[in-house]
């Protein structure tokens, strides 16, 4: 069993709002522990040295050693809140690692090979990565710490699906067979639309603008010629 990170953390007797506010202002984050057919465990963790671990990538793809007194529990992350203001974490939530079932957690696709291949270096395309981590299942021994996906062959227009990532003995996709979505492609930059020219500029009208002094509106019959009255009728007897 891989074991990246090692941290202590003690029980807690009491829970709700005002105890985890308690906690947090003595700089501590109030995190559970639950899973492997056992009662959930609520627990207390340093603030400064979870802020040292959470900007790597690996302290979520990882087995993580709790130190809870005198007993060791090997353990994953499944979620981690942080305040929406500041650079701290509010809650963290762990499950429990048992040697001899299966964990499920999401790990870091790595690709290689961008800049080297065809649709790139002489193709002239843009990658796109529409995944960059996937949920995996396997046995704790089997964990591996990321995914890796080649892209050296890949020419423009190509696109490689969640079935062309390479999977260590032990490891499955669990969603696979549903959906085998995409997760990288090479595709031609966008064009940008020209910009339009000084005289196309000052030739087009500018939207909105009032027509000019005279002017008569769109659609308008024209004026009668200024001065000029309409024929009189002349009534009489002949």
């Known amino acids: 069993m891989r074991i990246a990170f090692t941290f202590s953390a003690e ?3 009491t829970q709700g709002k005002g105890a985890s506010r308690r906690l947090r202002r003595a700089g501590k984050v109030p995190a559970i522990l639950y899973g492997g057919h056992q009662e959930a465990e609520a627990l207390a963790v340093e603030h400064h040295k ?9 302290f979520y793809s990882s087995i993580v050693q709790l130190q809870i007194g ?7 992350v499944k979620d981690l809140q942080m305040h929406p203001a500041k ?27 961008e800049a080297a291949s065809p649709g790139v270096k002489t193709q002239g395309g843009v990658v796109s990565h529409m995944m960059t981590d996937v ?3 396997c046995l704790p021994k089997d964990l591996p710490e990321y995914l890796e996906l080649d892209l050296s062959e890949m020419n423009i227009n190509d696109t490689k699906f969640l079935a062309d990532i390479p999977l260590p003995p032990g490891v499955t996709i669990p969603h696979l067979a549903h ?11 966008r064009v940008a639309e020209p910009e339009p020219t000084a005289e196309a500029a000052a030739a087009a009208p500018a939207e909105g603008a009032a027509p000019a002094a005279g002017a008569a509106p769109a ?17 009489g007897k002949k």
């Open 50 to 58: 979870l802020l040292t671990v959470i900007e790597d990538e690996r």
């Open 179 to 189: 959906r085998n979505a995409p997760v990288v492609s090479i595709h031609s930059p």
């Open 135 to 137: 949920e995996i299942t």
């Open 11 to 13: 029980s807690r007797g």
């Open 87 to 113: 650079n701290q974490v509010v809650h963290l939530d762990l499950q429990r690692v048992v040697e001899n079932e299966p964990i499920r957690l999401h790990l870091p696709i790595h690709f290689k090979g």
């Open 70 to 76: 005198e007993r060791a529990q090997p353990a994953i």
């Open 219 to 235: 659609g308008a019959a024209a004026p009668a010629e200024a001065g000029k009255a309409e024929p009189k009728k002349e009534g």
